[in-house]
C-alpha cells in the first residue's frame, strides 16, 4: 500500500484536492453550526420556534413562486441589507435560508453566521426540494 502511494503520489494528492473542493461546503457548514434541514423541519421551524424563512434567489425566480411568509433579500444584497435583517438576530429568531437547490442559501447563511447570527439553518435541496415534499409556493 505505502509503495502504491509513493508511486502514485500525483494521483492521491489530485483526489485529496477533489475531495476538498466536493465537502468543502458541508465541512463548512458543520464548523460554523449551520444546520441543514429538510423541508418538514423547516415547518417545523417555523410553526414551532417562530422561524423566518429568507429566500436568496433572484426577483425572476421569486416571481415565479416562494414559500409563504418568506422574506426576499437576494444573495447579493445580504452585505447591504444586514441591518434590516438584524431585528431577527436581536430577537433570536430562527432564520431558515432557501434558495432554488441550497447552495446559494448555504452561502448567504454564512455570511450571517460571519455577521453574528447564531440561530441560522439552510434549507437542504432548496424549493426544488420544497416542491417535491408537495409544499405550497405562493407568486
Given at each position: 500500500m505505502v509503495e502504491f502511494l509513493q508511486d502514485n503520489w500525483l494521483l492521491v494528492a489530485g483526489l485529496v484536492v477533489l475531495a476538498g473542493i466536493m465537502f468543502k461546503g458541508p465541512i463548512?457548514?458543520?464548523?460554523?453550526?449551520?444546520?441543514s434541514v429538510d423541508p418538514a423541519e423547516a415547518v417545523r421551524l417555523v410553526n414551532q420556534?417562530?422561524?423566518?424563512?429568507?429566500d436568496v434567489r433572484e426577483d425572476q425566480e421569486w416571481?415565479?413562486?416562494?414559500?409563504?411568509?418568506?422574506?426576499?433579500?437576494?444573495l447579493?444584497?445580504?452585505?447591504?441589507?444586514?441591518?434590516?435583517?438584524?431585528?431577527?438576530?436581536?430577537?433570536?429568531?430562527?432564520?431558515?435560508?432557501?434558495?432554488?437547490s441550497g447552495n446559494r442559501s448555504a452561502s448567504a447563511a454564512l455570511r450571517l453566521r460571519k455577521a453574528g447570527f447564531t440561530s441560522?439553518?439552510?434549507?437542504?435541496?432548496?424549493?426544488?426540494?420544497?416542491?417535491?415534499?408537495?409544499?405550497?409556493?405562493?407568486?
Open positions: 463548512t457548514m458543520w464548523l460554523t453550526g449551520i444546520r420556534e417562530g422561524a423566518q424563512v429568507v416571481q415565479q413562486g416562494h414559500i409563504p411568509n418568506a422574506v426576499h433579500v437576494p447579493g444584497q445580504i452585505s447591504d441589507r444586514l441591518t434590516e435583517l438584524e431585528r431577527y438576530k436581536q430577537s433570536e429568531t430562527p432564520l431558515v435560508m432557501v434558495c432554488r441560522v439553518y439552510n434549507l437542504s435541496g432548496g424549493t426544488m426540494a420544497w416542491q417535491q415534499a408537495g409544499m405550497p409556493l405562493e407568486k
